[in-house]
């Protein structure tokens, strides 16, 4: 069973700072997913990484992907309130058999402080 | 403007009642899923089409049910077997494949379903 988790779970952060979210999946996958959602709202696509060394970046938010490690991470540069929202990774489980599955793992919820 | 509608976005049930969310999508995705969310948790996947008349059990299908009759439709009832049903519910649709653009899935607003 593919289990996907994400640190840290919280994250509270001053603006102006740098921080990384981790997300560790626990079988084969290349292609690996980043979704916002804020409060009461839908998800919304971030980031795409279909290979390993994927690296995309959009604002202040980078993503990449290690698929030997499986290991996606988010990183926020100089953090400003409005990114302050639930960040998910969603892992396709194509490589575990199952077509066009796609498992998310367990949120971080971001809260930037002024 | 393409894009998923779902409805109801709020719904309350008694308990012993099965109740159906409504998904739509304009986008001429083959795949359609329903997933759950529960308060600061993540997204369970309770079903999903990969094509018409056709759809599989996610991690959490007790107490579910859905049809696809129609490509733009995956309607869910939630049943009376649901033991703890109130919930956030989240529909989304995407294309399979292997393409850059494949399974980045579009998601409708939501309908959140409380039991009484």
């Known amino acids: 069973e593919l289990k996907v988790e994400q640190n840290p779970l919280f994250l509270s952060m001053q603006e102006g700072k740098n921080y990384t979210i981790y997300c560790n999946y626990s079988?084969?996958?290349?292609?690996l997913y980043w979704y916002r959602q804020d409060p009461g709202k839908s998800l919304e696509s971030l980031f795409v990484?279909?290979?390993?060394?994927a690296v995309k970046q959009e604002g202040r938010l980078m993503a990449s992907l290690d698929t030997k490690a499986r290991l996606s991470t988010l990183h926020i540069t100089a953090a400003v309130h409005d990114l302050s929202a639930t960040y998910f990774c969603?892992?396709?489980?194509?490589?575990?058999?199952?077509?066009?599955?796609?498992?998310f793992g367990t949120g971080t919820l971001l809260a930037v402080q002024p | 403007d393409g894009g998923i509608t779902q409805s109801p976005k709020y719904l309350f049930r008694k308990e012993g009642q099965n109740v159906t969310l409504s998904c739509e999508q304009n986008?001429?995705?083959?795949?359609m899923y329903w997933y759950r969310q529960d308060p600061g948790q993540g997204l369970r996947l309770i079903y999903y089409?990969?094509?018409?008349?056709?759809?599989q059990k996610g991690d959490i299908a007790e107490g579910y049910s859905v049809s696809r009759e129609k490509k733009e439709s995956f309607p869910l009832t939630v049943t009376s077997a649901q033991k703890n049903p109130t919930a956030f519910y989240l529909c989304?649709?995407?294309?399979?494949?292997?393409?850059?653009?494949?399974?980045?899935?579009?998601f409708g607003a939501g309908s959140r379903l409380t039991v009484l």
């Open positions: 989304a649709s995407g294309r399979p494949g292997t393409g850059s653009g494949a399974n980045v899935l579009t």
């Open positions: 079988t084969t996958s290349d292609r």
């Open positions: 990484l279909l290979s390993n060394g």
């Open positions: 969603a892992v396709d489980m194509r490589g575990s058999g199952a077509t066009n599955k796609l498992i």
């Open positions: 986008l001429n995705h083959d795949a």
């Open positions: 089409s990969q094509i018409v008349n056709d759809f």
